[in-house]
């Protein structure tokens, strides 16, 4: 009877044990589930809450674009950092400033980097560990031809590697994209910033170095984009009217002109290679007459000469009018008013003594440029110097880059979103965001 009655204990104690780990394991995976499942909640609420941020400069853009008054850039970044303060993100893209190069936290403006895909080959040489083959064959990658440039590369040489592929013949779409052309090195593109993210931090260099970046750190990232976009709305909201097919009453109501003048406009407008340049480097009766000409608008048939264009007039035909779909993105120019001191030196177009009468112009104004005609009143700037520069400069910027940091205040956690936004439409185009 005894041992029966061991037997059973036994049993009954290894019942108890098996019961107590089972219970206890069961415990331990609902823990863990429950941990996981904060954690979950928790990214999702910082993820949302980092959404939320750019929920709020996407209004911040909008907002500035519907009201019909012109806001310039500068005044613009400054809404952006009051937007920031004190909300459940926070935008923490750190920027180069003009002053002396160093990162400080803020929302980046992509204008204030030179588009590659405006560069000429002389504009690319001036930039570190270029060579004449590497210029020629980002030339070559960007253009639309499959004609080869003197030491550049087309389909041929990239149909040889071993993994082939083939160049994009169009403009750059990403930065990252020129590490695929011919002899260009991850590093010259990226410099220290191996994330491109605009600045280095403290996982792409020691501290000693982090105290002396500049732009030169930074590649050709620091002082080339390719997410810069020109044209799309003009500055008070509206839609730009294309020379090329636009009435002459439309162009009077929107540039504040009279009949003769905007006949002379969309006259000029239509003709083969003509570009809103032209109406800087000549006067617009010189303009009219031409074209009229070449309409064969002689004689008794030919209109009125136009009276040239005031500074007003010339200002507001260059807001408001384009030659060509003014709804295409077209690539960014730099703009003068935030670019940093340092980018201008990368501009062949530029000799030293123009270099410094510009930033001096840019300086005194504060950064509040109103239109590139007003670089007229540089000293020693010339009609064709301005038109040739307006080709490359602009006084607005449409793209804007920062990174919006969430926070769930329960668990702490945190998500970034990557961000580029472009008020060159309405309602305002995200054309990037990636969440890391």
Known sequence: MKPARGFAL??????????????????????????????????????????????????????????????????????????????????????????????????????????????????????????????????????????TRSNGAEADVYASLAYAYEPRNFPVQRLAELELVSKVDRTFVRGLDENLDGWVDATEADSETLRTITLTDLGWSGVVTASSVSGGLSPTGEARIDLATASAGDVASAAGVDAAQAEGIVSWGRQPNANMADFIRADLSTLATRAFTAEGRTGRNRPQIPANLTRTQLASLLD????????????????????????????????????????????????????????????????????TLSLLFDVRSNVFEFTSVGRDETTGLTVELRVELDRSTLPVTIRSMVQR
């Open 320 to 387: 408001t009018c384009w030659i060509g779909d003014p709804t295409q993105p077209w690539p960014g120019k730099l703009n003068i008013n935030t670019a940093p001191r340092e980018v201008f030196e990368y501009i062949s177009a530029l000799d030293p003594t123009t270099r410094e009468a510009l930033v001096a112009f840019r300086d005194s104004s504060a950064g509040q440029i109103e239109s590139i005609a007003d670089l007229l009143d540089v000293a020693g700037m010339t009609r064709n110097r301005v038109a």
């Open 10 to 147: 036994a049993i009954v104690l290894w019942a108890i044990a098996i019961t107590a780990i089972v219970l206890s394991a069961t415990q331990i995976s609902a823990w863990r589930q429950a941990a996981s499942g904060r954690e979950t909640l928790g990214q999702i609420r910082a993820k949302w809450a980092a959404r939320a941020g750019v929920e709020q400069m996407i209004a911040t853009l909008q907002s500035s674009t519907r009201t019909g008054t012109p806001v310039s850039t500068k005044d613009l970044l400054s809404r952006f950092a009051q937007r920031a303060e004190g909300s459940v993100f926070s935008a923490s893209y750190a920027v180069l400033t003009g002053d002396n190069g160093r990162p400080v936290p803020g929302v980046g403006d992509a204008h204030a980097k030179l588009n590659v895909n405006l560069l000429t080959q002389a504009d690319l040489l001036l930039l570190p560990n270029m060579t004449e083959e590497i210029a020629a064959g980002i030339l070559d990658w960007i253009d639309d031809n499959e004609d």
